[in-house]
C-alpha cells in the first residue's frame, strides 16, 4: 500500500469514527462558571455533548458538567475529569463510555466505578486514567489489546492495567495504549505492527512492555501506529511508523525503539496528530513535523516535513493539542489558535476551510486546557 493510498484509509477511519457531518453557525455558548467545556467541529455521535448530533462552526458548550480540571477525546468521544470522577460523551460503538453499554451518549455520562482519579487520556477508541493509588485503568475497543489487561475482549467498564504501579501520565494512540512511570519509565500495550510499542518488536502485546531505552520520560503521547515521549532534559523521542516523516528525525524509516527527534530542546510539552508531531518549547513557539497534506504543520505550506518547522506567528503558547489532521495552541492571555484541517469545523472559526497558519478559535476567553479529537476541539475554562 502506498503511503497516499494508507493516508487515504486513515481519513476514512476518522470519518467514520465522527459520522455524517450536519453544521451549524450557532451562537457560541458562554458558559457561566470555571471548568466547563466547550467544543466545536464534528458531531456525529454527539462527541461536542451539546445534546444533538449537529455539527458546529464555532464553540458550544458541554452540557450538564463542570467544575472540570482535565479534557481528553478519542476519535469520536469526549472525556472529562472532576472531583476524582470522569465523564464521557459521544461514540460508545466500542464501549468507549465505559458506562456498561454501546449506546451513544449526546451529554455526559459518568465512567462507572472509577473514583480518585488525577490523570485521563485517551486513544481512538478507549478511555484511560489514572488513579490517586498509581494504578492504571482503561476501557473500549481491545481487539489488539490496547486496554492492558492481558485479554483481546472489549471492556464496557474500566478494567486495571496490567501489572502497572506508581503511573503518572496516560495516553493513548490507534489500539495502543501508554504509560509514564514516577521513575520516568515508558511503557506501552497493545498493537504493535510498525513497532509502536517501542520495544523493539512488531509483536502485539495485551500487557504493558518497558519502552526501549528511555529515561527520564515525563510526559508521551501517541499518534496513529507511532508513540512520543517528553524527556525531563526537553527532549522528544518518537518511535514506530515515520510514514510522511512522523517521527522527526529526518528519515520516512519505521523504527521500532525511540529515535530523537531532530533539533528540539527546550521542549516543556508534546501533542501527536494522526501523522504529525508538535512540541511546545519554553520561549512559546510551537513546532511540528510529519504529515501536512492539510496544513496541520501551521507553517503556510503544505508540504510534508520529517524534521520540525516552526509554527508561524505563533508565540506565547502555553499548552499545545492536536486532533487527526489539526492542531491548536493555548496561548498565555487564554485564547486558542488552530491551523491545518477545517473538515466538520474543527478549526472553530466559523468555516470549514483549511488553514495552513495559525487562526482564532471564536469567541473563546480565560481558557486554561485545550484538547483534540478526530474532527473536534475542546477547550475548558
Known amino acids: 500500500m502506498s503511503q497516499r493510498q494508507w493516508r487515504t484509509g486513515m481519513c476514512s477511519a476518522v470519518l467514520a469514527a465522527v459520522g455524517v457531518i450536519v453544521l451549524s453557525t450557532a451562537p457560541t455558548a458562554a458558559a457561566t462558571g470555571p471548568g ?12 461536542l455533548g451539546d445534546g444533538t448530533t449537529t455539527g458546529r462552526l464555532t464553540p458550544v458548550q458541554v452540557l450538564g458538567i463542570d467544575e472540570l480540571t482535565a479534557v481528553a477525546a478519542g476519535e469520536g468521544t469526549g472525556y472529562a475529569m472532576a472531583y476524582g470522577a470522569v465523564q ?17 451518549r449526546l451529554t455526559p455520562v459518568q465512567v462507572n466505578d472509577l473514583v480518585d482519579v488525577v ?10 486514567a489514572v488513579r490517586s493509588d498509581g494504578t492504571a485503568w482503561a476501557w473500549g475497543e481491545n481487539s489488539d489489546g490496547s486496554v492492558g489487561d492481558g485479554t483481546t475482549v472489549n471492556r464496557s467498564l474500566p478494567v486495571q492495567v496490567a501489572g502497572l504501579t506508581d503511573v503518572t501520565a496516560v495516553a493513548g494512540g490507534m489500539h495502543t495504549g501508554y504509560a509514564v512511570r514516577s521513575d520516568g519509565t515508558a511503557w506501552a500495550w497493545g498493537e504493535n505492527n510498525a513497532g509502536q510499542l ?8 495485551p500487557t504493558p512492555v518497558q519502552v526501549s531505552g528511555l529515561t527520564q520520560v515525563n510526559a508521551i503521547a501517541g499518534g496513529v501506529y507511532r508513540g512520543y515521549a517528553l524527556r525531563s532534559d526537553g527532549t522528544v523521542w518518537a518511535w514506530g511508523s515515520n510514514s510522511f516523516g512522523a517521527l522527526g528525525d529526518g528519515t520516512t524509516t519505521d523504527s521500532l525503539t ?9 521542549i516543556t510539552a508534546i501533542a501527536a496528530g494522526s501523522n504529525s508531531g508538535y512540541a511546545l518549547r519554553s520561549d512559546g513557539t510551537v513546532w511540528a513535523w510529519g504529515y501536512n497534506y492539510e496544513g496541520q504543520l501551521g507553517n503556510g505550506t503544505t508540504t510534508d516535513s520529517s524534521t520540525p518547522v516552526q509554527v508561524s506567528g505563533l508565540t506565547r503558547a502555553t499548552a499545545i493539542a492536536a486532533g487527526a489532521y489539526t492542531g491548536y495552541a493555548l496561548r498565555r492571555d487564554g485564547t486558542v489558535r488552530a491551523w491545518g484541517s477545517g473538515a466538520g469545523g474543527a478549526l472553530g472559526n466559523g468555516t470549514t476551510t483549511n488553514r495552513s497558519t495559525p487562526a482564532q478559535v471564536t469567541g473563546l476567553s480565560g481558557i486554561t486546557t485545550i484538547a483534540g479529537g478526530g474532527l473536534s476541539g475542546y477547550a475548558v475554562n
Open 119 to 128: 490523570a485521563i487520556g485517551a486513544g481512538a477508541h478507549n478511555g484511560y
Open 36 to 47: 466547563f467545556v466547550l467544543d466545536w467541529g464534528a458531531n456525529g455521535q454527539g462527541q
Open 258 to 266: 525511540p529515535v530523537p527527534v531532530a533539533g528540539l530542546t527546550q
Open 198 to 205: 517501542g520495544d523493539g518488536t512488531t509483536t502485539d502485546s
Open 88 to 104: 464521557a460523551w459521544g461514540d460508545n460503538s466500542h464501549n468507549e463510555l465505559g458506562d456498561g453499554t454501546t449506546t451513544d
